[in-house]
Antibody, heavy 124, light 107 residues
Framework: QVQLQESGPGLVKPSQTLSLACAVS??????????WSWIRQSPSRGLEWLGR?????????DYAVSVESRVTFNPDTSRNQISLQLDSVTPEDTALYYC??????????????WGQGTLVTVSS | DIRLTQSPSSLSASVGDRVIITCRAS??????LNWYQQKPGKAPKLLIY???TLQRGVPARFSGSGSGTEFALTISGLQPDDFATYYC?????????FGPGTKLETK
């Protein structure tokens, strides 16, 4: 059974860089039928997909336009984890951050496994 | 971006009731519409994918339907464990988007 575990600092100062990690067990991040997304949730923005990374002979990434100038996902196959780096954070980046596995099969595409989430607050 | 709207935004119901939550998309999405359940302090949980396919382990009282731009989640015979917030989500095109949620509360 796949499990995802987010980790990272709970508090980040404005203008700094947020770094989170998503450790995956029970599946390889290099599996070619899945993708790995970061999704955040806040009262003001609801559930917001930030982007995904996936392996199809090489690594690819898609980012949401709202964050694409500031965000980078890095897969670490030696640790079987995906990291998120979000630059120049503002209080609007305060949210609960989830990583989730996206399974693609036939005509279906869905998030079937989620981490428990990690709360990030941006404040001085 | 595909925008998803849900109705109602909140719903009061009793154990045993049949409830329907609707999700409307700003454009046609074929089969790439999914439903999730979220309880306080927990991550969303996949209930239904591909409009109507029940995820393993999800009770058969949950069902999904619809096509084009109009979709529905039906819970037939509400159980105490079902009071939660429900979200639709589209995987038809990036950026993947979620509906604003429907909070199902006990009457």
């Amino acid at each position: 059974q796949v499990q995802l575990q987010e980790s990272g600092p709970g508090l980040v100062k404005p203008s700094q860089t947020l770094s989170l990690a998503c450790a995956v067990s029970g599946d390889s991040i290099s599996t070619n039928t899945v993708g790995w997304s970061w999704i955040r949730q806040s009262p003001s923005r609801g559930l917001e997909w930030l982007g995904r990374t996936y392996y199809r002979s090489k690594w690819y990434a898609d980012y949401a336009v709202s964050v694409e100038s500031r965000v980078t996902f890095n897969p670490d196959t030696s640790r079987n984890q995906i990291s998120l780096q979000l630059d120049s954070v503002t209080p609007e980046d305060t949210a609960l951050y989830y990583c989730a596995r996206e399974t693609l099969t036939g005509n279906w595409d869905f998030f079937d496994s989620w981490g428990q989430g990690t709360l990030v607050t941006v404040s001085s | 971006d595909i925008r998803l709207t849900q109705s109602p935004s909140s719903l009061s119901a009793s154990v045993g009731d049949r409830v329907i939550i609707t999700c409307r998309a700003s454009q046609t999405m074929t089969t790439y519409l999914n439903w999730y359940q979220q309880k306080p302090g927990k991550a969303p949980k996949l209930l239904i994918y591909g409009i109507s396919t029940l995820q393993r382990g999800v009770p058969a009282r949950f069902s999904g339907s619809g096509s084009g731009t109009e979709f529905a989640l039906t819970i037939s015979g509400l159980q105490p464990d079902d009071f939660a917030t429900y979200y639709c989500q589209q995987s038809y095109s990036t950026p993947f988007t979620f509906g604003p949620g429907t909070k199902l509360e006990t009457k």
